[in-house]
Every structure is written in C-alpha cells, then in structure tokens.
C-alpha cells in the first residue's frame, strides 16, 4: 500500500535561518508531487508541484524552493526564512487511476 | 482560471442532525473531478468524497452525500447523522481532468463544528 511520510511535525525557526522540510512517498512510483502553505483558518494554496526527478514547477513567487532529488522524494527549502513564512506546510501525492490527491500529515512552521 | 467559492464560513450542527455545506465553481470545462475534504483539529486533509463530472449519479460515502449539479455549478455536501468526531474543516476542491501536473483548486474551507 501507499503511503507518504512528512517532516518534522513542528519546527520552530529564527528569521533568517535556512530550511528544509522533507516529503517521501512509499509503494508507487513516479508520482506527481505537492507542496501547499496554509495559513490559520485558512485554505491552501499550492506552492510548487512535481511530475517528474528534478521537474518543478512553481505556483507563486516567494521565498521558498523546492527540489525532487529523488523519484519519491520531494523537499521545501529557504536560504533565509521571513516571519511570513510561517505556516502549515502540507506534503501531497496523486494517485493515478484512482485521481486522487493524498496528504502527509503535515509541518507546523514558526518563524521568530 | 478555475475558482471555488464556499459561502459560509462557519455551522453548527446538534449531533445525530443533518447538515449540507455549499460549494460553487467557475469553469469553462467539461470534463472535471470534484471534491471535499475534511480537516480535523489534527490538521491532516482526508479525502471526503469524490465526484466525476461525467457521472450523474450523486456519489455517496456512508454518511456523506453529494448534490451535484453541474449546470448550476454547484457541489453541494451532505452529512448526515452527524457526529462529534466529523467537527472539521471541509474543503471543496476542483480539477480540470488532464490538467497539467494534476493541480487541485481548493474553496476557503467551512468550519463545522457538531455539538453534543
């Protein structure tokens, strides 16, 4: 079966300092790849998605990055984080034939 | 571009009740997929239910049920016999069958809290 892993859960970070948060997915192969923010009580917005190893395409300008160094494997980075980048950062991955969009269970950011 | 618009922002609901949560859509599509989510307090998106705009049939999942109509562009979302664990928040979304990349829109989300 399935089933995609996010990390940490929760990270506290001071402005300025880098960042990486990392997505894997096990039991499929080659599966298209997301990276969504959502602010509190808010919806979620898609920040960078993946169809293939080293393919990104990026939804909106910002301080973030995203690389696929690996097949299932899908990583958000900063150089140098802003207070704005606080947020919930949610991992997801598309199930073909089944056209559904799975998510990880999520990293709470604090940038302070 | 493809918007979602969930109009309310906020119910409440006595438990054992029936609630449906709006939801419209804008597109110049015919071929789409069309969903809700739920997120609890813990925060992880799990999928509701899931609709092919080709499919008359309303789909139903156990206790949650669709009213889709496509003319309107509505998907509307049913729970019924509510219970306390579906307080949440709900989430439509859409996505354009062969879209590039599979990319989803998402509405703002309805907070729906079921009391005791």
């Known amino acids: 079966s399935q089933t995609i892993h996010q990390w940490p859960a929760t990270l506290v970070q001071p402005v300025g300092s880098p960042l990486s948060l990392e997505c894997t997915v096990e039991g499929t192969s080659n599966p298209n790849l997301y990276w969504y923010r959502q602010a509190a009580g808010r919806g979620l917005q898609l920040l960078f998605y993946?169809?293939?190893?080293?393919?990104i395409s990026s939804e909106v300008p910002q301080n973030l990055s995203a690389s696929r160094p690996q097949d299932r494997q899908f990583i958000l980075s900063s150089k140098k984080l802003l207070l704005s980048d606080s947020g919930f950062y949610l991992c997801?991955?598309?199930?073909?034939?089944?056209?559904?969009?799975?998510f990880g269970a999520g990293t709470r950011l604090s940038v302070l | 571009a493809q918007t979602v618009t969930q109009s309310q922002p906020e119910m409440s609901v006595q438990e054992a009740e029936t609630v449906t949560l709006s939801c419209t859509y804008d597109t110049s599509e015919n071929n789409y997929y069309l969903f809700w989510y739920k997120q609890p307090p813990s925060r992880q998106m799990i999928l509701v239910i899931r609709?092919?705009?080709?499919?008359?049939q309303n789909a139903t999942e156990n206790r949650f049920s669709v009213n889709f109509q496509k003319a309107a562009k509505s998907f509307s979302l049913k729970i019924s016999d509510s219970q306390l664990g579906d307080t949440a928040m709900y989430f439509c979304a859409f996505m354009k069958q062969g879209a590039a990349g599979n990319k989803l829109t998402f509405g703002g989300g309805t907070r729906v809290l079921v009391k005791p």
């Open positions: 997801a991955w598309w199930r073909q034939g089944k056209n559904i969009q799975y």
């Open positions: 993946s169809v293939g190893i080293g393919q």
């Open positions: 609709q092919e705009a080709y499919k008359q």
